[in-house]
């Protein structure tokens, strides 16, 4: 099947080839690791595992690369402010690498919740410090860099083509309009490859380097990683829309000026969660965790499910009366297919190329999404009505094989019931017989009753 991605680079929708036959390189921009992530940043990693399920599902071997942030993200993108993992240190009383541990393991659970598939590579950053001072001195050695006082900087004007990506000559990147200038850059878009550590206080995290004591700066790291794991140019590059102009061009810039070459045939950029029109995010007083959306009694599941009801290149408006919705879409889907047969079916050959077809054109989670009600309401035996779903679902990752086993699952109590029921039934008792079903509805289990007998299923999903 031909894939075609709006490539933000080019600005156009391209078909997708790989580099190599059936191999895809993926990289993602990952976590700073200084804080719970809020539903819109993991909203991201769900949009890039369907893209990443969906390319295994076309018989791609995809090897996918996450950074993992432990060090030098500044609380401002133009290399001023203070290392986020400073900050966090001070807030959590911890040590920089204790804030990074702790907030690694919650990353890497909040991702597995969502059923996102773990990255085949996680690397972080404090393990690769040689890898990116030698990146750094291969820029210096060809002249790249430049020293001011605090730290080396990369020299934009060096590269012809530098901002392509976010076509930067067009849009407002006068750095003076949003934060104060530093009067010892040359340009503008100039940013730190090298911080150094402060003279009169020690950090947590700082290393020795050609060129003074101090840590990478936040871009190097994707730079050297990609190129560590997938080569000097790899297939497709995803991150969220604040990447564009800032985090992005100077991850390019650094492989260009090192290889020569591009670093990503396809740039991915997906469009943020809001929350009632406005940004997510704890400077703005909205901030939800996934363990907010668990304690309220929502399923993870439901949480995906509302994920994929958009297209990622537009802004989602996060609610909790659309969540809601979602999860009771997910209930009404479970309740479908728990009912059905379990037999051995086969999948709907055309309802499968409709759902793979919706996902090859940019990847259009939402109307891919939407083929699973389809399935329900086409004329098509249970089984294969089953076999279909699932078969889909190993792209959306919705977990259903789980969550209908579950539902299958009756508590003990039930089971006695239905027992009773049947030898009412026997008898021919029914008005007895519908008083245990109310028994039965009463304690989330809803029965049917079918030439083979009672089916019945928990709706353990609140
Ligand atoms: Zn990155």
Redesign the pocket.
């Known amino acids: 099947m031909k894939i075609y991605f709006q490539n933000s680079l080019s600005r156009q929708k391209e078909e997708f080839k790989s580099i190599k036959k059936n191999k895809v390189g993926l990289y993602t921009?990952g976590p700073t690791v200084y804080d719970y992530p809020h539903i819109g940043n993991l909203s991201a990693y769900v949009i890039w595992d369907v893209l990443k399920r969906f390319l295994l599902s076309q018989g791609y071997d995809v090897k996918h690369v996450m950074?993992l942030t432990d060090v030098g993200h500044l609380t401002s993108d133009a290399d001023e402010g203070e290392d986020k993992m400073e900050t966090a240190k001070r807030r959590e009383k911890k040590t920089a690498w204790e804030v990074a541990d702790y907030f690694i393991g919650v990353f890497k659970t909040s991702i597995k919740e969502l059923n996102i598939l773990e990255p085949s590579k996680f690397l972080r950053v404090t393990d690769v410090i040689q890898e990116q001072i030698d990146f750094a001195k291969v820029m210096d050695e060809k002249g790249y860099l430049y020293k001011i006082s605090d730290g080396m900087y990369f020299d934009t004007s060096k590269l012809n083509n530098y901002g392509q990506l976010a076509n930067l000559a067009e849009v407002d990147q006068q750095e003076g309009a949003r934060v104060a200038k530093n009067p010892e850059k040359k340009n503008a878009s100039d940013f730190a490859v090298w911080k150094f550590s402060p003279e009169n206080s020690q950090r947590d995290m700082e290393w020795d380097s050609p060129w003074g004591k101090g840590f990478p700066g936040w871009h190097l790291e994707?730079s050297v990683m990609s190129q560590m794991e997938l080569g000097d140019t790899f297939d497709i590059h995803t991150?969220g829309v604040e990447?564009l102009t800032v985090?992005h061009p100077n991850?390019m810039a650094q492989s260009e000026a090192v290889t020569g070459k591009l670093q990503a045939n396809i740039w991915l950029h997906n469009q943020h969660l809001r929350y009632e029109g406005g940004k997510m995010s704890k400077s703005a007083g909205v901030f939800i965790k996934l363990t907010d959306i668990k304690e309220k009694g929502y399923s993870p599941m439901a949480l995906r499910y509302f994920i994929l009801q958009n297209n990622y290149r537009k802004p989602h408006n996060f609610s909790w009366d659309s969540l809601s919705a979602s999860q009771n879409a997910l209930k009404n889907i479970l309740r479908e297919i728990s009912f059905y047969d379990d037999k051995k079916g086969r999948v709907d050959k055309a309802s499968l190329e409709e759902f793979y077809t919706a996902l090859a054109d940019d990847l259009n989670i939402a109307k891919a999404l939407s083929s699973i009600q389809k399935v329900i309401e086409i004329k098509l035996e249970e089984a294969d009505k089953l076999a279909t779903i699932l078969e889909m679902d190993k792209v959306l990752g919705l977990d259903l094989a789980t969550l209908r086993t579950k539902s299958l699952a009756l508590p003990k109590e039930a089971e006695d019931l239905l027992k009773k029921r049947q030898e009412v039934r026997d008898d021919k008792d029914w008005p007895r017989s519908d008083q245990l079903r109310d028994q039965l509805k009463g304690i989330s289990v809803e029965v049917q009753d079918t030439p083979d007998g009672q089916k019945a299923i928990y709706d353990w999903l609140k």
Do not use: A, L, R
Request: proline share 0%.
């Open positions: 921009c950074n994707c991150g990447h985090h991850e």
